[in-house]
Every structure is written in C-alpha cells, then in structure tokens.
C-alpha cells in the first residue's frame, strides 16, 4: 500500500516537472501568439453571432477539448462526457440557490465536483476498453440523467430544470452578456493553454503511446491504469467546468445538460475538426456549433448535412479538418523542397 | 541472478512449458533456441509477468518476481525487447526515446546519448515517425529504448527473425557491444549469432528443456547447436 502511495507521489511529481519545463521552456512567445490568435478569431465571431452565441462556441469548445483529450490522445471514446458537463452545470445552479451568492466560488464547486464523478467513475471504467468502455460511461451518464430527473428533482427541478438567481457578485456580473463572453473567452484560453502545455508535454507523449500500443507502455514501466485514470479524471474537469459556465451562461440548468444523445455531437465536433489535436478541437467546435446553429434556417433536414460530412471524415479524411490541413501544408513543404533542390542541381 | 525454478506454463488447458528451469549470472548472455512452438516465447513471457506460472518460481537478485507486473519488473532494471519490432509509429524516434526516459527519470538527452552510442546513425532519423523506419532500425530502437534507465536484464526474443544479413550483423554487433554491460536472455534461432555470442545455451523441445550448453567449445560448434534442436 505504501509502495503504491509512493509511487503515486512519484507520478504526479514527475508529471509536475514535466508540464512545468513545458510553461519555462523557449516558445512561450508562440504559445502567447496562438492564444492571440484564438482570441482573435472569436472576436470575428460576435458581430455576425452576437456575445451570448459566441459565448455559447466557447463553452462548446472548451467541453470538446476536454473530449479530445480523452478520446483523440489517449484513445478512448466515451459516450458518456456530458455526465460532467451536467454534474459542473447543476453544481453551479445547486450552490449559488442553497450555498453562495458568488458565481465565482459556484465555478470552483462545479469544477470539484466534477472531479470527484470523474474520480470515482475513472476508477471503474478506465479498467475497460474499446465499445465496452464507450458503453459503460454512457450506462453511468445515463445514471446521472435518471438521478436529476427522478430521486433528486425536489432540489435539481426534474424536467424543469433550475434556474439560477444570483448571478452577480460585486465586480462580477454574469447578467452582462459582454462580460460573459470575455470571462468564458479567457477561460477558453486558460484551458486552451494548459492543455497545449499538458500535452506537448512528455506525458502528452505517454497519452498518445498508451492510443497506440497500452500493452508496450506497460513494457517500459508505466502503470497504465492510473495514468489512464489522471487523464480522465483531468478531461471530467474541465469538462466540468464547461458545465459550470454553461449554467452561468444561460442562468438556467435543465436535464439537456447532460442528455446522453448530445455526446454525439462532442464526438462529431472532435473528429469533423481532427482528434488528437487541440486546433482541430477547436476548429471542429466551431463549425459544429455553426452547421447546427445556422442550417436549420436554411434546411428542414439539416442533419442530412452532418451525416454525409461524418461519412466524409471517416471514408477519406480521417484526421478532420485540421489533419487535412495538415496534410495539405507537409505536401506543399516537400513539394517546394524538391524544386529548390532541384533548381539548385540544374544551377 | 536470474533463476527460473521448475516453472509449468499453460494456456488454457494446453501446457506449453514443463518444469523449465535455467540460471543466468551476472553480465552474461544466455540463449535460448528452439524450433517453432518449443516455447520460448512463452518464457520470456513469463519472466516479463505476462502470464503466471502454474508451478514453479521465477528469482531476481534473489527475489521471487513470479506473476509482477511488466511495470515493477521494468523498474527492478529488466527490459523486455518483443519479437513483433513493435515501436510507436505515430511518434517520433525521438519520442519513443523520450517515453522511455520519462519512465526511467534519465535526463532525455543522456537516453539520447545511450542510443546513439549503439547505433550513431540513428541521429538522422530522430525527427522521423517511428513507423517509417526499416524493420532492422525499429528492431535497433527497440533495443535502444531497453537501454534507457538502469538495466540490469535484458529479454529478447527472436532479434534478427525477418531481417537481412546486413542488419543481422548490425544487431549482432550490438548485442556484441552489450555483452559484459549487462545480462540478457536471447531467443534466437540464427544458431552462428548464437555461436558467437552465448556464455550458455538452453535448447527447448516441446517445452522442456532437453540441453543445456555452457563450454565454449560446445557452443562454438554449429553442428552441435543444430543436434541440441
């Protein structure tokens, strides 16, 4: 038991390092590039979307990185992600009608809380892999959908949901559509910056080994299980905190929180836009986000639309949008490579 | 150093190895041949804690390690080189390296001295996915990865199985270059590599143990080798 403790300890020491060299390493110029950028591009997004919209893109793509970590580095899909959307949502709406006054403290109850059901449903299901581990968070979602709409609906308000009073707390005022898109902006990029770290970090690496061959990990000594369980337990947190201000957003809580149909769409977004990079998260999240907000205008069947482009990415662009970009960039380097070589030879 | 003790492996119903025994000492390299299916696979696998003996014990430094995880064995210093020359192809060389140095808590750049000491012409392909190198290069990595850290056993099945006679004399030339570093239990079936390189030669038939060659000249002798198959 001791051992197992110790070698914990050493674990989470090593991960510290890690993803501290990663913070002190050169390149934090790009990295504060990149952000701007991001930045950037949701600023584009307000005027045609409006604040609350755009707002509503950011929360979306915070859960959808939080996805792809998960499923795109370390390989597990999960039907189930939204039970952490939903505990980090009705956290912030239980806390702030029964506990607080301030939205502040609200978030940092959704995210604990969220963290603890990823800690406890982690250790169960990160033994399991492939269909059986999808399905068996699904099964846990789906508990949690059944746990709001049935036992607990004298406090979570079952099918009516929960609407959220307080909303403002000194500086911090959650009823201003402007200050909401900022403050789910910088949370966006907060989440964003950790994760590029996280995962240009050696145990970014270790994730994508563990996608690859988790039997050869364990070969080189890792204890595969409770890594696996850390990155779990780190993607129901964040996405946790997507809940959280997404309860924010909306002032209101309900069940279509944490429906287990919309986990179809986290997982939509994460391969239209590329898994296994946060960019692709990114981009996926906002064309997700804009195909089912802005088609339905135009077509009554828009869902066509989305299948026909799933079937796209999974018969011939398999890494989204970002790998094809990908692709498309490392082809035009080697192309240009090869003539100035060229051109050089015949000089 | 390392002492199988009498071990029984099955899968399912079918045993696979009876009563095997053997002894490896300190910095030496003991081969282990066989036809197909004599199960020497199979006892690497055991060693490395992926399937537990029905009878018998498995010692290290005087320890019993029967049934530990891979994970404790790696960090205990014994190092498993699969035959199938797996590496992870969707990273870099580099990163392969990487991965096994954050596990052993080596500085990167020392794994990365490690490597290249075995085999400097690795220094071109660190940026290169792992996936794209020659099976002989995959097999060299393979066996670089295992020297990251401290090891103090190495296990290494089938090293040359489908690979030219110029990478054989490659592989050869490092495992020739480890010999005396550290200990290792070699499969092979390339009985002149085995020749040269062997302080003691187990051969398995059916999987049993049918001899055991520890003189030198027993084992330099090719024609002997091909009989104890």
């Not at chain 1, 403050?183 to 996280?198: G, K, P, W, Y």
């Not at chain 2, 035959?83 to 390296?97: A, H, P």
């Not at chain 2, 020659?134 to 060299?140: A, F, H, L, M, N």
């Not at chain 2, 040269?196 to 059916?206: C, F, M, P, S, T």
Request: proline share 2%; hydrophobic share 50%; glycine share 12%.
């Amino acid at each position: 038991m001791g051992n197992v403790v110790k070698e914990r300890g050493l674990v989470l020491e090593k991960t510290f390092v890690a993803v501290g060299k990663q913070l002190t390493q050169a390149g934090v110029g790009q990295k504060v590039l990149e952000l701007i950028l991001i930045g950037v591009v949701f600023l584009i997004l307000v005027p045609f979307l409006g604040a609350h919209r755009a707002t509503d893109f950011a929360i979306f793509c915070i859960i959808v990185l939080s996805f792809d970590l998960l499923y795109g580095y370390m390989g597990r899909l999960s039907f189930g992600h939204l039970l952490y959307v939903g505990v980090g949502a009705y956290t912030v709406g239980l806390a702030l009608r029964y506990l607080t006054t301030n939205p502040l403290l609200a978030i940092v109850l959704g995210i604990v809380a969220a963290c603890l059901a990823g800690m406890a449903v982690g250790a169960i299901t990160v033994r399991i892999a492939g269909a059986a581990f999808a399905l068996a968070n699904l099964a846990f979602n789906r508990v949690g959908w059944f746990l709001v709409m049935s036992p607990l609906k004298d406090i979570t308000g079952g099918e009516n949901g929960l609407s959220i009073r307080n909303l403002s707390f000194w500086y911090v005022n959650f009823r201003n559509p402007t200050f909401r898109f900022w403050f789910v902006l910088a949370s966006l990029l907060l989440v964003f910056l950790l994760l590029r770290v996280f995962t240009s970090s050696s145990y970014g690496v270790l994730l994508r080994s563990i996608k690859e061959d988790e039997k050869r990990v364990r070969f080189l000594g890792y204890n595969t299980q409770f890594y696996k369980w850390v990155t779990f337990v780190l993607a129901a947190t964040v996405a946790g905190f997507g809940g959280a201000l997404t309860a924010l957003n909306y002032g209101y809580v309900n069940p279509n929180t944490l429906d287990v149909h919309a986990n179809a769409g986290i997982v939509f977004a994460c391969l239209l836009g590329g898994s296994g990079r946060l960019y692709g998260a990114l981009l996926g999240g906002i064309i997700y986000m804009l195909i089912t907000n802005l088609l339905p205008v135009y077509f009554q069947r828009w869902e066509f639309f989305l299948g026909v482009a799933l079937l796209l990415i999974v018969f011939r662009f398999r890494g989204g949008i970002w790998g094809g970009l990908e692709a498309l960039y490392s082809g035009l380097a080697a192309r240009a490579k090869s003539g100035s070589s060229k051109e050089g030879m015949s000089r | 150093m390392l002492q199988v003790a009498g071990i029984d492996v099955a899968y399912g119903h079918a045993k696979v190895l009876h009563d095997v025994s053997l002894d490896l000492e300190e910095g030496k390299m003991l081969f282990v041949v066989g036809r197909n299916g004599a199960g020497k696979t199979t006892l690497l696998r055991t060693i490395m804690g992926l399937l537990r003996p029905l009878k018998g014990s498995i010692y290290f430094d005087g320890g019993d390690i029967t049934g530990l995880p891979p994970e404790q064995l790696y960090h205990r210093g014994i190092r498993y080189v699969t035959q199938d020359k797996k590496v992870f192809g969707s990273l870099t060389v580099r990163e392969n390296i990487e991965i096994a140095a954050y596990s052993s808590g080596e500085p990167l750049s020392q794994a990365l001295d490690k490597v290249l000491e075995i085999y400097p012409k690795m220094k071109d392909f660190l940026n290169l996915k792992a996936g794209q190198l020659s099976g002989g290069q995959r097999q060299i990595l393979l066996i670089g990865q295992a020297m990251v850290g401290n090891p103090r056993l190495l296990l290494v099945d089938e090293p040359t199985q489908g690979l030219a006679a110029i990478v054989i004399n490659e592989i050869a030339r490092i495992l020739k270059h480890l010999k005396g570093r550290l200990s290792a239990v070699v499969v092979e079936q390339n009985l002149p590599l085995v020749s040269q390189l062997a302080d003691r030669v187990v051969a398995l038939k059916e999987g049993k143990v049918t001899q055991v060659l520890d003189d030198a000249s027993e084992i330099c002798n090719t024609s002997l080798l091909e009989k104890a198959l």
